[in-house]
């Protein structure tokens, strides 16, 4: 059993995908739950999801960024509604502190930019996270042996990143060996570009889908999404979720993260504490997704 603290966006619907996944799996234990930007409309959605997935008792943590806007996706009213705006249990740090004092072991999953986890760091010395598993980075050719090379990113040794460089100083202080988090997983980009749900996935779900009530709602939502999206949609976050609770899907060499502008690679680096995804096993990751054997 997995326990986790998940730090979340509500732009994209990867993360409240990835919030079904992880409130209800058989292998997680959710502990908490902490939200970037931090509006009220998205407390509003994240309690919402948590109450309507039987987990009324995950704590939210947050601070309203005082933009007057909702930061929540259109697609997340059409299949979730608009519930009232909300408030958060507590600040951000205050929220990931208390949980790991509380639960030393949990994992820190994070689905976003880093400001969350920057929060942390400067204001609560001496309280990190065991395990961080950042969905964000980038392995390159220079790591990547060629038979599990995507081929957009053929030729590439180091690409942009968007969770890092949302909070490139938050990025680095959460990478540096200094920073006290005891082991740094990243689901990199060159994976996760990998791993669509699409149709076909989606069919496959379909008979497994109400082994738990956080697949079940995954499927609806992406009923309504694959009727005008019909590419499919990127797992990103979905992907992280997944090598959190299971490591085993992905291969993994121990990094250190350099930067070339905005551009983020890895070279390898022994006993750095830092591990980047090199590749995949795909049947074992849509196992653990749908928590039990496709």
């Not at 958060?88 to 949990?106: C, F």
């Not at 990094?255 to 502008?261: A, C, P, T």
Request: proline fraction near 9%; charge should be neutral; charged fraction near 25%.
């Amino acid at each position: 059993m997995v326990e986790l603290i998940f730090d979340l966006e509500t732009q994209d619907p990867d993360d409240v995908l990835t919030l079904c996944l992880v409130a209800t799996h058989p292998a997680v234990r959710l502990r908490a739950v902490t939200v970037t930007p931090g509006a009220p409309a998205q407390i509003a959605l994240v309690r919402h999801v948590l109450r309507r997935l039987g987990r009324p008792d995950v704590p939210i943590g947050a601070e309203d960024p005082g933009t007057g806007k909702d930061h929540v996706s259109g697609f997340h009213y059409k299949w979730l509604g608009a519930p009232p705006p909300a408030e958060a249990d507590g600040p951000p740090d205050e929220v990931m502190a208390e949980t790991l004092t509380r639960h030393p072991q949990a994992v820190l999953l994070t689905g976003g930019p880093l400001h969350n986890l920057r929060r942390l760091i400067e204001r609560r010395p001496g309280v990190r996270p065991a395990r961080w598993v950042a969905q964000g980075g980038f392995a390159g050719d220079d790591l990547v042996r060629p038979e599990h090379r995507l081929a957009k990113f053929e030729g590439l040794t180091h690409c942009p990143t968007f969770n890092f460089n949302g909070e490139r100083t938050a990025a680095r202080l959460a990478l540096d060996p200094a920073s006290g988090i005891g082991r740094r997983e990243l689901v990199s980009k060159n994976v996760t570009h990998g791993v669509r749900y699409d149709r076909d996935l989606h069919e496959r779900l379909r008979p497994h889908r109400d082994r738990n009530a956080g697949l079940a709602l995954v499927h609806q939502g992406m009923e309504l999404y694959l009727r005008k999206r019909r590419a499919g949609k990127l797992l990103h976050d979905p992907t992280a979720a997944c090598a959190a609770i299971d490591p085993g899907v992905c291969g993994w060499a121990e990094v250190e993260m350099v930067q070339d502008g905005l551009a983020w690679g890895a070279v390898p680096a022994p006993g750095s504490g830092t591990f980047i995804t090199v590749s995949l096993d795909r049947a074992r990751l849509l196992d653990t997704l749908a928590g039990g054997p496709l």
